[in-house]
């Protein structure tokens, strides 16, 4: 457990995981809310760049800060709240957490209403676009985690419409980007690539502007 929480494993945790994975693009049509998301599946690429953790769940996205984050479950840890595999109050941003040695930290978005919503992206000074201008594309990409079901009373659907319209947004800013479907059956998290093969946190670019390149 202290393997987890500790600050050496923390900068692991953070940090991207070195390897490449090249997945062909393919087209895949997401049916949402009686919308259609023509979607390519990204091929990954290896970079020294660090990941900034996006969480994108039905029209709202929340930009991790993974110091307060793991902070936080540090304590609770210490409080014995995340022993044998329980869900514990992570005391941010309505996330609940779950700590498995295998597996790292799993992330529970059960309330999302103090999260910004996507259109805050056209409003110049918002706290989102603020959050977002912070990563620097020198020094990090964002990675996100797509929530792919939804929710009663969201207006746009699953959380691939906030996912497109960021992600749109930070390419503007020179910002890659990469990403993975979540849901509450298997939720984000983040851990280090020695516990499992899945903790790989890749940028990724589009099928069609690889081939667009000479």
């Given at each position: 457990?202290?393997?987890?929480?500790?600050?050496?494993?923390?900068?692991?945790?953070?940090?991207?995981?070195?390897?490449?994975?090249?997945?062909?693009?393919?087209?895949?049509?997401?049916?949402?809310?009686?919308?259609?998301?023509?979607?390519?599946?990204?091929?990954?690429?290896?970079?020294?760049?660090?990941?900034?953790?996006?969480?994108?769940?039905?029209?709202?996205?929340?930009?991790?800060?993974?110091?307060?984050?793991?902070?936080?479950?540090?304590?609770?840890?210490?409080?014995?709240?995340?022993?044998?595999?329980?869900?514990?109050?992570?005391?941010?941003?309505?996330?609940?957490?779950?700590?498995?040695?295998?597996?790292?930290v799993?992330?529970?978005?059960?309330?999302?209403?103090?999260?910004?919503?996507?259109?805050?992206?056209?409003?110049?000074?918002?706290?989102?676009?603020?959050?977002?201008?912070?990563?620097?594309?020198?020094?990090?990409?964002?990675?996100?985690?797509?929530?792919?079901?939804?929710?009663?009373?969201?207006?746009?659907?699953?959380?691939?419409?906030?996912?497109?319209?960021?992600?749109?947004?930070l390419?503007g800013?020179?910002v890659?980007?990469?990403?993975?479907p979540?849901?509450?059956?298997?939720?984000?998290?983040?851990?280090?690539?020695?516990?499992?093969?899945e903790?790989?946190?890749?940028?990724?670019?589009?099928?069609?502007?690889?081939?667009?390149?000479?």
């Amino acid at each position: 457990m202290k393997n987890l929480i500790n600050i050496d494993s923390l900068t692991d945790i953070v940090s991207n995981s070195v390897g490449i994975l090249i997945i062909f693009a393919v087209i895949n049509l997401i049916h949402d809310n009686n919308k259609t998301y023509e979607l390519e599946i990204p091929i990954e690429h290896e970079t020294d760049l660090r990941p900034a953790y996006i969480i994108s769940k039905d029209d709202r996205l929340l930009v991790l800060d993974t110091e307060q984050i793991f902070s936080n479950a540090a304590q609770q840890a210490g409080k014995g709240a995340a022993s044998n595999k329980r869900i514990f109050d992570l005391g941010y941003k309505g996330l609940f957490a779950q700590i498995d040695e295998e597996k790292g930290v799993s992330f529970h978005a059960r309330g999302t209403d103090d999260w910004p919503k996507f259109t805050e992206l056209s409003k110049p000074g918002s706290d989102l676009q603020k959050q977002l201008q912070a990563i620097d594309p020198s020094q990090y990409f964002a990675y996100f985690f797509v929530y792919d079901e939804t929710n009663p009373g969201s207006s746009s659907g699953s959380g691939f419409e906030s996912f497109r319209e960021t992600r749109k947004y930070l390419q503007g800013r020179q910002v890659k980007s990469g990403w993975r479907p979540v849901s509450t059956d298997f939720p984000p998290g983040i851990c280090d690539l020695g516990y499992s093969s899945e903790c790989q946190y890749l940028p990724s670019f589009l099928g069609s502007d690889a081939v667009a390149k000479p």
